[in-house]
């Protein structure tokens, strides 16, 4: 998979040289490339915003300098390969593990950080006429810019690329995966067996693996209804009661 990420702070983005994401780079499972909006932009001070038509507080990237950026960025795939465009911001659908495993199977992701108030609206209109365009948000608050946030989708994508993981399943057992029936996982625990006055819990050391599943469903079942009811209450919609056999 290819992932292209545009933003005015390159720098941001360099936790991707580290860790799941950096070994997957270095193995050749992901093309990673972070590019400099500047470059696209002109004159001496190479500006890439300008004030908010309608006025309001402010300053918004400029449709010219993006333009430019994402028409060199877009055309450098393979043959006439054409990239899905994910644009982080508040006003976007909520980041969720789907869509993270939907985009995992995409080729070729492009991530647009916007920085000040946001990318002018024609950037995304005139984008959308030749791509698939997605505006992600990671939850109803602001930060400064998009790059933190296209850290976020870039490793909850690049964890379900296959071969990125070292053991599949461990994505299979996440939080909202299906393999977990969208609830929120379990308590987990390893050594030491005692650590301080806590013990690890009995079944888990027993070796019934039944009953191991059975405990792991009910205290995942306990933590969503805890944490997140909004979750079990989806699930009881799509499976009824059966969604807490
Ligand atoms: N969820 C979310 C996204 C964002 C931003 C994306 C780009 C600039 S600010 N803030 N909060």
Redesign the pocket.
């Given at each position: 998979m290819r992932i292209d990420v545009v933003t005015i702070f390159p720098g941001y983005l360099a936790p991707l040289d580290e860790a799941l994401v950096g070994r997957a780079r270095r193995a050749g499972l992901l093309d990673v490339r972070v590019h400099d909006l500047r470059r696209w932009a002109s004159g001496v001070h190479k500006a890439v915003d300008d004030a908010p038509y309608g006025g309001g507080p402010g300053m918004l990237m400029t449709a010219p300098v993006w333009g430019a950026a994402l028409d060199e960025v877009t055309a450098s795939g393979d043959d006439d390969a054409v990239p899905r465009l994910l644009v982080?911001?508040?006003a976007?659908a909520p980041l969720t593990q789907r869509r993270a495993a939907g985009w995992a199977s995409e080729p070729w992701l492009v991530l647009a950080?916007?920085?000040y108030e946001?990318i002018d609206a024609r950037v995304l209109d005139d984008a959308r006429r030749r791509m698939p365009v997605e505006e992600?948000?990671?939850?109803?608050?602001?930060?400064?810019?998009?790059e933190?946030?296209a850290l976020v989708v870039v490793e909850a994508v690049s964890r379900l690329v296959p071969g990125v993981l070292g053991n599949p399943a461990s994505a299979e057992l996440d939080s909202f995966a299906e393999g977990t029936a969208g609830l929120l996982e379990a308590p987990a625990y390893t050594r030491p067996e005692r650590w301080r006055d806590l013990d690890v819990p009995e079944v888990l050391r027993g070796g019934n693996h039944a009953v191991v599943d059975r405990w792991r469903r009910d205290r995942s079942l306990e933590r969503t209804a805890a944490v997140r009811p909004d979750l079990l209450d989806a699930l009881v919609a799509r499976h009824g009661a059966a969604a807490f056999d």
């Open positions: 982080p911001t508040p976007g950080c916007g920085r946001g992600v948000s990671l939850g109803d608050y602001v930060l400064a810019g998009g933190v946030a």
